[in-house]
């Protein structure tokens, strides 16, 4: 009997196996096919054929889709590594590498499809010999023939030509329907404030590096390399001519940035060189656009792909360069299942496929430049920025001193406010980082002391400035409500905002600098499709004169008027329960120091904090990497977290906390023989710091060991004997937020 293992698309599940009747063809591994699970009818896709024999009844393939694998083996079998490194269902896994619109039955062409004639078509006489055609039908015929190479599916739409008639006129066999790649709108975003060059004369040090990465690449084999170069050193530029390299091999690039917004200048840049044989993925795009350039990309179309995180599952088949940059980036981690790592995937892609990976960043994670120095990744490194430019000087502006002068609610310290207001004369441009969105972080009585907590998190609500008075929301469920004028417990008319966000710094700097161009970049201002590109154009045109952000504005961008780059609360992130926010309140702050001064004139940064003699405060704005790291390292060590060991996260979520904890109990109850043998610690179960989320009370406890393997299989093993736990609980290996 032949027999496959099919991944459906349902959260948990692993692999199902099927047998294909007579009538069937052997679907291919890679390839969709429709089968039966309970009740419903699922698109799911071919993972393997069986090789041992499967107990009990098997319910039958009941229609093969694909006759040609729409995903590459190698894509098949990095998937199946997801699912199981990862703990994630197979079908999870499968669903992140598939092209938008794959669980239809068939691959939907609707949107940028172009319709033309074929040869039967575009005889007059097999024609008229077609029986039955409709006289809609006839005048699509019509329109088709007054143009050889077709039109578009929605330019015929236009015409009064629905796609249901050109879909039967293709059944027929008249008219041919391919897909037309639709670089047109993902390229036309780009963020640019000049055209990119050709190509560039690299500087004796990117020589040095280009030439040290472009030996492993040509070996063929896979390796990994840290290409650790300060902010403005030019690595973009390495990546090119390493791709350019690949392509002169046959082989392509694969490029990740860790933002949607970064992109488009990158891709344009990529495109300097490949023409269209560059094609971009990420979610910002619209169905219909990824759908076209992923089958661009599988149909071997390009040379190049730039993407986000799920661009790692781009379907290439001839990869031979992996670039990650700001590879330390934690919008790599995918932050729902499959709970995967980007740059992680991208390794373990470029060992199956044997590339050369390279990880590019001025702040590498603590994990990938332990491993350079061990040996383990080759390392290239760039210590100064091209053409000589100076990394920006950095000013730390202890606030509390600033308090003290200027009373409690000052935002702008004034050496700041002095810095803004001279780049503003010399028509210079200015980032304003603030790392947390909204007007206030919370509202209280102060009469009473009641707070605005949200009623299905633990976390109180953040004010944001509405139409009409002020809104409070709840940044992790989305709750909100308008707030009211008194206080809903003892009717006091005295509330009060505390803390502060992105939009009350706006407002700040628009009664101070009133003539000023300002924008904002953050979460509640990009909301609207285009918006962040159309800011941050913008910006790079001249039009904005100061841009406020949150950490969106820090990465990876090259504005080559900024000379200023204020950063209004430097230790935001200091105050979270996280062993990583050290490295992270080092790696913002170094790479937003690093948007200044990037063009002709030099850079500064002013920093204000209200811990000056922090570490990571104190040598970002030294911007010494190697000696953060060991200070870093040597706490990672003291305090047994990684990269010393490996952790993985489990959170229990129940309708009530007894509820949750008993089960965690139960859970760590039974993990624990096998943990003394395995050699792994258990730690908890205790209240997750956000204990209550969307309603549902949250218990987590963490496995901490040396071998992630020995983690998994207990946790295997223990999800196997009671699966019906598995929709009450999270598995995050290798966390990165643990709130
Ligand atoms: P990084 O990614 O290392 O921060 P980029 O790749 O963005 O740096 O390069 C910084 C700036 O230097 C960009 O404006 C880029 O166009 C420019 N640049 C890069 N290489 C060269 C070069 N060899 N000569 C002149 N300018 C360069
Ligand atoms: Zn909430």
């Known amino acids: 009997m032949r027999k496959v293992s099919v991944a459906v698309p349902v959260p948990f599940l692993d692999l199902l196996t099927y047998s294909v009747p007579d009538g069937l063809p052997l679907p291919p591994v890679g390839g969709r096919v429709r089968v039966p699970v309970g009740p419903r009818v699922l698109t799911g896709c071919v993972v393997e054929y069986p090789s041992e024999e499967i107990a009990g009844e098997i319910r039958d393939v009941i229609e093969v889709v694909d006759h040609e694998p729409l995903l590459p083996p190698d894509i098949v079998a990095l998937c199946r590594w997801v699912a199981d490194y990862y703990l994630a269902g197979a079908g999870d896994a499968i669903a992140a590498a598939m092209p938008p619109g794959a669980r239809r039955k068939a691959t939907s062409f ?27 039908q006839n005048e699509a015929l019509e329109v088709l023939s007054g143009s050889a190479s077709g039109l578009p599916i929605s330019e015929l739409r ?29 390229f036309e975003r780009a963020v640019m404030s000049d055209p990119p060059p050709s190509i560039r004369v690299l500087t004796t040090e990117q020589s040095q590096a280009f030439e040290q990465l472009a030996a492993l690449a040509d070996a063929g084999d896979f390796r990994v390399a840290l290409l650790h170069g300060v902010t403005g050193s030019g690595k973009t530029e390495i990546y090119r001519r390493l791709a350019d390299r690949a392509r ?29 044989r560059v094609a971009i993925q990420h979610s910002g795009l619209s169905d ?3 759908h076209d350039q992923w089958h661009r990309i599988r149909r071997g179309d390009v040379d190049v792909v730039v993407g986000t995180r799920s661009a790692v599952f781009a379907p290439l088949t001839r990869v031979g360069v992996i670039v990650v940059d700001e590879e330390h980036d934690t919008s790599y981690k995918q ?58 000087s950095v000013r730390l502006v202890n606030m509390r001193e600033e308090y003290a002068d200027q009373g409690p ?19 210079e441009q200015v980032l304003v980082l603030l790392n947390r969105r909204g007007y206030a972080t919370a509202v209280f009585c102060r009469q009473c002391g009641d707070t605005f907590e949200c009623p299905n998190c633990t976390i109180s609500l953040t004010v944001h400035t509405a139409r009409q008075g002020w809104q409070a929301r709840c940044h992790y469920c989305n709750y909100a409500m308008t707030v009211p004028r008194q206080c809903r417990k003892c009717a006091a008319p005295y509330l009060e905002h505390a803390g502060f966000g992105t939009e009350k710094v ?25 918006a962040l590109t159309s800011i941050l154009s913008r910006f790079a045109a001249g039009e904005l004169d100061v841009l406020v952000g949150t950490q969106m504005i820090a990465k990876g961008h090259d504005f080559p008027r900024v000379t200023l780059v204020g950063v209004i609360s430097a230790d935001v992130g200091l105050g979270v329960a996280d062993f990583r926010a050290g490295e992270r309140t080092f790696q913002l702050l170094t790479q937003v120091a690093g948007r200044a001064g990037r063009g002709e004139r030099p850079g500064e940064a002013v920093v204000q904090t209200l811990y000056p003699e922090h570490y990571s ?26 990269p010393m060991v490996a952790l993985v996260n489990v959170v229990v979520r129940g309708r009530s906390f007894d509820e949750a904890m008993s089960m965690a109990t139960q859970l760590t109850q039974r993990l624990k023989p096998i943990s003394a043998t395995a050699g792994f610690m258990i730690l908890g179960p205790a209240p997750a710091p956000l204990v209550r989320l969307r309603g549902e009370h949250r218990v987590q406890f963490f496995l901490k060991g040396a071998r992630r393997a020995d983690m998994r299989n207990a946790l295997r093993a223990m999800l196997a004997e009671t699966p019906e736990i598995r929709r009450k609980i999270t598995v995050d290996v290798d966390p990165l937020n643990v709130l």
């Open 506 to 530: 706006e407002q700040h700097l628009r009664e101070r600098f009133p003539d000023a161009r300002i924008g904002r970049v953050d979460r509640d201002s990009i909301r609207r499709k285009g």
């Open 248 to 276: 002169h091999a046959g082989r392509q690039t694969l490029l990740l940035v860790p933002e949607i917004a970064l992109t488009p200048s990158v891709a344009a840049l990529f495109r300097a060189t490949f023409g269209e």
């Open 335 to 392: 932050e729902e299942a499959p709970r995967y790592h980007g740059r992680d995937v991208a390794i373990v892609r470029g060992r199956g496929e044997n590339a050369l990976v390279v990880l590019g960043s001025a702040t590498p994670s603590m994990e990938s430049y332990q491993h350079a120095l061990s040996g383990k990744y080759a390392r290239a490194t760039l210590e100064r920025r091209v053409l000589d430019r100076p990394l920006a």
């Open 288 to 290: 219909g656009e990824r």
């Open 409 to 427: 609610d000052a935002v702008i310290s004034r050496q700041l406010a002095v810095a803004v207001e001279d780049r503003l004369q010399r028509r």
């Open 158 to 186: 236009e015409r009064g030509i629905s796609s249901d008639v050109i879909g039967r006129l293709a059944a027929r066999g008249l008219v041919t329907i391919r897909a037309e790649a639709s670089e047109r709108d993902p």
């Open 110 to 136: 609707r949107t940028k499809r172009v319709a033309a004639l074929t040869a039967l078509g575009s005889d007059p006489s097999s024609r008229t010999g077609s029986p039955g055609l409709t006289p809609k």
């Open 617 to 642: 405060i104190q040598l970002a704005c030294r911007q010494d990497y190697a000696s953060f790291f060991e200070r870093e390292l040597g706490y990672r060590r003291g305090m047994r977290y990684p």
